[in-house]
């Protein structure tokens, strides 16, 4: 049982250029969500998806996509890489809302320069 | 405003005794859930206590309990006897779960905490 994965661990990109990160959960959770992390703060939420084929936006989703294909698997782009997208992202997945507890994915460090 | 509040960036404990990590929140639900998740150096995110708006006791999770104090809208963590594992930032977050966000998570900025030998 290997919970919630990210694909890459890290990734460095030049400004302009696009990048997909995966992230896969085997629980069957209906819920997924893509957080940012940055120093000194929490977890900012950019995108969650509430089941297949649903996606909507978070706190701070300027420049990033996602799609939610498959139940398993969520996805997040960045069509066009900036500097300000430098940062720790975390994807999460949990059963459903309310007492449910998200369960984390490892995190993917991304610099863009 | 912030709707999670950490007001300690940093905190210090000696091994073995316990230490409280303070978080204030503000929301204008009647119902919402109140999270801590541990985030040691390695990066991941470890959920460790839930304590739900209408629960009547204040969760306990092993060493760790949270000091729900709905009245000032605080939810501090305590962990009593403190390990040198326990060093990590901490992080408080809730869910508003009456509101349309019902499905997200709010974080505060992060408590870290070095326990000492």
């Known amino acids: 049982n290997a919970g919630v994965t990210q694909t890459p661990k890290f990734r460095v990109l030049k400004t302009g250029q696009s990048m997909t990160l995966l992230c896969a959960q085997d629980?069957?959770?209906?819920?997924m969500y893509w957080y940012r992390q940055d120093p000194g703060m929490g977890l900012r939420l950019i995108h969650y998806?509430?089941?297949?084929?649903?996606?909507a936006k978070g706190e701070v989703p300027d420049g990033y996509n996602v799609s939610r294909l498959k139940k398993q698997n969520f996805l997040l782009g960045l069509e066009s890489a900036a500097p300000s997208q430098t940062s720790v992202y975390f994807c999460?997945?949990?059963?459903?809302?309310?007492?449910?507890?998200?369960?984390f994915g490892p995190g993917t460090r991304l610099t863009v320069t | 405003a912030q709707k999670i509040t950490q007001t300690q960036p940093g905190m210090f404990v000696q091994e073995k005794e316990a230490v409280t990590l303070d978080c204030t929140y503000d929301?204008?639900?009647?119902?919402?859930?109140l999270f801590w998740y541990k985030q040691p150096s390695s990066g991941e995110m470890i959920f460790l206590i839930y304590?739900?708006?209408?629960?009547?006791q204040n969760a306990t999770e092993g060493r760790y309990s949270l000091n729900f104090q709905k009245a000032r809208k605080s939810a501090n963590l305590v962990i009593s006897a403190s390990q040198l594992g326990d060093s990590a930032m901490y992080f408080c977050?809730?869910?508003?779960?009456?509101?349309?966000?019902?499905?997200?998570?709010?974080f505060g900025s992060g408590t870290q905490l070095t326990v000492l030998p």
């Open positions: 999460a997945s949990s059963y459903g809302a309310g007492r449910s507890e998200q369960y």
């Open positions: 629980m069957n959770h209906e819920y």
């Open positions: 998806s509430v089941g297949e084929g649903t996606t």
């Open positions: 929301t204008s639900d009647q119902s919402y859930g």
């Open positions: 304590q739900g708006s209408y629960d009547e």
């Open positions: 977050a809730m869910r508003e779960i009456s509101s349309g966000s019902a499905r997200q998570l709010t």
